[in-house]
DNA sequence: GTAGATGCAAAGTATTTGCGACAAG
DNA sequence: CTTGTCGCAAATACTTTGCATCTAC
């Protein structure tokens, strides 16, 4: 089975390796935020000759083609993820690491004017909620 | 004259020596955002002396004390800035790097609401905007 | 067939750290 | 005095790159 980035890589013209295939596949299958370590190690259960330069190669070129999202999260090193249509936001639990994803069409809107308030066209943002877990 | 960040190590209880004196001094009286590099340089003029060290282990003390935010701002280097009571976002010109900050208590109020929405109690966030300045 | 991709190891960046000398409280 | 800081250089962590070889199209 081709996975989801795998299309998207042909729609965008490029080129698919056995590599990138697998790099794809398992980020296509991940429902979490893997650094590169951790991509890699993913990889390397697949096929274990891929390099991690090889890593670091496809997921700067996804990146760029708009297949997957980075992201900086307070003293982490780099996470990606798989970018499909409906854009959100992250809120970090600070305790246990957990990542919560969702999607606040209000604060969007008011973030675009804030940016047209300084005379702005808002292109990018980013926004993080870190979060300790209320005890209910 | 002392500066500002000088009076709130004196009542953190953080040790002040000349080095912390001098790159309290100069991150007081910068109005932008230095990275590292920029601090060192900026340091450097006063006392040529001071090594990166001693910028890289007092920028953290500072921040750990919480006297100084850090910013990892898209693929740019950590920057710097002096916290004050008055908490504030930014909006970061993609063309000339320009940081021009804001504060919006509404997104502040809805993000808390957010975060309770999903159980959790709001510590902490990141807000920033990417824009491009229109043509007016 | 050719442009671009890969693996490897070496080189870059950014940041941290061990250590002996030194200075603040 | 004593604890913590400094400068220096070496070490670390993460990421990029030169090069010879290989592969997708």
Redesign the interface.
Known sequence: MSSNIEKKCKDKGVKLTDQRKIIAKVMSESTDHPNVDELYNRVSEVDKKISIATVYRTVKLFEESGILAKH?F?GEKARYEELNEGHHDH?I??KSGEI?E?V?N??EE??KK??E??????????????????K?
Chains 1, 2 share one sequence.
């Not at 308030?117 to 209320?134: A, F, S, T």
């Open positions: 900086d307070k809120l639990d600070i919560i969702f606040d209000e604060i008011l973030q804030v940016a308030k300084y005379g702005y066209e808002l292109v990018d943002h980013k926004l993080e909620l870190y979060g300790i877990k209320k209910s």
